[in-house]
């Protein structure tokens, strides 16, 4: 009976093997959570785009029984610009008013390199229309959406133990433009949640002048984005964006009125403009779960995207580094029972 069974499980396998691939992972645990978190790789990784940061990509969160995090895409592409999960952070997306794209995009040349943080180096192309009919006003312009070739991605130094593992690359585009990346995911000891710890160096000779965020691809159980869930934010929300009769705002909070199904809605919001840091808090009244994420700095935009997949609150900090100065800052991810 052992060797049957084996052997089911082998032809299991095989014949499911172009829908789960075993992507190279590490798993952290404690007695509170559980966490399987994405290694960079350039050959092999889960996502191996140009636009989010390839370290810290979390395939899943395990809490009270409970899934948290999903990806953005039912049809994944390690290669595609977008086809990532867990938090998918991004240095540089380009629509801040006031802060320059991706490292020293500006001041490259069409087919020459430039740099994006925790990816590599990428060759600057001029971007169209996907359908490729229509090209752009200004075919130069940095587009996060737009899959740029990486010409070399940077290697990652890669540590872990059981509720821990850290990630650092140096990339040196030349010698104005040069950084040492740190980044730690970490399992809380007192309460079921996680730290992500940031440190971002510059060892070039120009001033380092960015922006970040994390794209939060959230799902608690798989579940499809709708009415089970809400978001709740520090501030009573104010867009210019219609809500396209999928969402209601009630003050501070977020809700659908309806499944996305096929569509997805993006709201900027206005409001936040006194806030030292940002919270946002995600509840599903079906599986009676929260997420409260806390991310430190000043905003300086937020955010909300959603699609079927995902709830995508996102907040975005400047960073601004001279010369041999290093900033810090952390994200905070804390899980809790809805009563």
Same mark, same amino acid.
């Given at each position: 009976?052992?060797?049957?069974l084996?052997?089911l499980?082998?032809?299991?396998?095989?014949?499911?093997?172009?829908?789960?691939?075993?992507?190279?992972?590490?798993?952290l645990k404690?007695?509170?959570?559980?966490?399987?978190?994405?290694?960079?790789?350039?050959?092999?990784?889960?996502?191996?785009?140009?636009?989010?940061?390839?370290?810290?990509?979390?395939?899943?969160?395990?809490?009270?029984?409970?899934?948290?995090?999903?990806?953005?895409?039912?049809?994944?592409?390690?290669?595609?610009?977008?086809?990532?999960?867990?938090?998918?952070?991004?240095?540089?997306?380009?629509?801040?008013?006031?802060?320059?794209?991706?490292?020293?995009?500006?001041?490259?040349?069409?087919?020459?390199?430039?740099?994006?943080?925790?990816?590599?180096?990428?060759?600057?192309?001029?971007?169209?229309?996907?359908?490729?009919?229509?090209?752009?006003?200004?075919?130069?312009?940095?587009?996060?959406?737009?899959n740029?070739?990486?010409?070399?991605?940077?290697?990652?130094?890669?540590?872990?133990?059981?509720?821990?593992?850290?990630?650092?690359?140096?990339?040196?585009?030349?010698? $104005?433009?040069?950084?040492?990346?740190?980044?730690?995911?970490? !399992?809380?000891?007192?309460?079921?949640?996680?730290?992500?710890?940031?440190?971002?160096?510059?060892?070039?000779?120009?001033?380092?002048?960015?922006?970040?965020?994390?794209?939060?691809?959230?799902?608690?159980? $798989?579940?499809?984005?709708?009415?089970?869930?809400?978001?709740? !934010?520090?501030?009573?929300?104010?867009?210019?964006?219609?809500?396209?009769? !999928?969402?209601?705002? $009630? +003050?501070?909070?977020?809700?659908?009125?309806? +499944?996305?199904?096929?569509?997805?809605?993006?709201l900027?919001?206005n409001?936040?403009?006194?806030?030292?840091?940002?919270?946002?808090?995600?509840?599903?009244?079906k599986?009676?779960?929260?997420?409260?994420?806390?991310?430190?700095?000043?905003?300086?935009?937020i +955010?909300?995207?959603?699609?079927?997949?995902?709830?995508?609150?996102?907040?975005?900090i400047?960073?601004?580094?001279?010369?041999?100065?290093?900033v810090?800052?952390?994200?905070?991810?804390?899980?809790?029972k809805?009563?």
């Amino acid at each position: 009976m052992k060797k049957l069974l084996l052997l089911l499980g082998g032809l299991l396998l095989i014949s499911c093997s172009k829908k789960e691939i075993n992507y190279p992972k590490v798993s952290l645990k404690n007695n509170l959570l559980e966490m399987e978190v994405y290694l960079p790789d350039a050959e092999k990784g889960y996502y191996r785009g140009p636009r989010f940061d390839w370290s810290g990509m979390i395939k899943s969160v395990k809490y009270d029984g409970h899934i948290i995090f999903k990806n953005f895409s039912d049809n994944h592409n390690p290669t595609a610009n977008d086809n990532a999960t867990g938090p998918a952070e991004e240095f540089g997306m380009g629509t801040i008013k006031g802060l320059p794209p991706a490292f020293n995009y500006n001041n490259t040349k069409i087919g020459k390199l430039f740099g994006k943080i925790g990816v590599g180096y990428l060759t600057k192309v001029q971007s169209h229309w996907l359908n490729d009919k229509k090209p752009y006003k200004k075919p130069n312009k940095y587009r996060f959406g737009w899959n740029y070739p990486i010409k070399k991605s940077i290697p990652w130094e890669i540590n872990h133990d059981k509720n821990k593992i850290s990630f650092s690359q140096k990339l040196k585009l030349n010698n $104005n433009w040069s950084y040492e990346y740190k980044k730690e995911i970490k !399992l809380l000891s007192d309460k079921p949640g996680f730290i992500i710890t940031h440190e971002l160096k510059n060892t070039g000779e120009k001033t380092i002048l960015t922006s970040h965020y994390s794209h939060n691809f959230i799902a608690i159980d $798989n579940e499809y984005i709708g009415t089970n869930y809400s978001l709740e !934010l520090p501030f009573n929300l104010i867009t210019k964006r219609p809500l396209k009769g !999928l969402v209601k705002i $009630n +003050n501070n909070i977020l809700s659908y009125i309806q +499944n996305l199904n096929d569509k997805a809605i993006f709201l900027p919001f206005n409001g936040f403009e006194k806030l030292k840091n940002t919270t946002f808090i995600i509840k599903n009244k079906k599986s009676k779960i929260g997420i409260k994420i806390f991310i430190q700095g000043k905003p300086i935009a937020i +955010n909300f995207f959603s699609n079927k997949n995902t709830i995508s609150p996102e907040a975005f900090i400047k960073l601004n580094i001279k010369p041999n100065e290093k900033v810090k800052w952390i994200i905070k991810y804390i899980f809790f029972k809805i009563k």
